[in-house]
């Protein structure tokens, strides 16, 4: 069983049914053979917009590994990044998230522009300590590259940790 049979297994019809018509919308372009299909097509799943921007995944047309560059192809507008993570969390929490995402900024290693985490897509919320570093891709100058995080907010309870 595929992954996203096993995923769709847990779902309800409705729920299964959005995935399917979202996913169908999600288009991938193959860097080889520029093919462009839906993620449906590629026996995928996206659903809430979660999901990496680019895949790294054998195409079904030209037989090769290829990187997939992932864009929305449906004429609404794309379904918000955050909302997988932000769908286990009550409406309160969601906006304590919201807004402690927004004072975690990222630096890009290559154009030192700062981004917050939420910007960027992301979610931290309740996190200990004072920084760290991640992946990110940078809205600035759009390259890859571990960001340093760092608390920028007011100064945070010790509570928490
Ligand atoms: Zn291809
Ligand atoms: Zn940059």
Known sequence: ???????????????RAAAEAESRRWMATCEHCQH????WDMGGLR????GRPVMRQ???NCGQWSSFHVFWGGSDPAPPMHDTQLTFLSDAA???????????MAECPNCHAKTSIWDLGGIRYKAAGDGSWA?????????SGWHHIRWEG???SQSSS
């Open 1 to 15: 069983m595929a992954l996203r049979d096993l995923v769709l297994w847990f779902m309800s019809p409705a729920r």
């Open 154 to 156: 007011p100064p945070k």
């Open 58 to 60: 054998k195409c079904p």
């Open 135 to 143: 992946v990110y891709r940078c809205t600035h100058c759009g390259k």
């Open 94 to 104: 969601r906006a304590k998230a919201e807004e402690e995402s927004k004072h975690w």
């Open 47 to 50: 659903f809430h917009g979660a």
């Open 36 to 39: 462009t299909m839906s993620i």
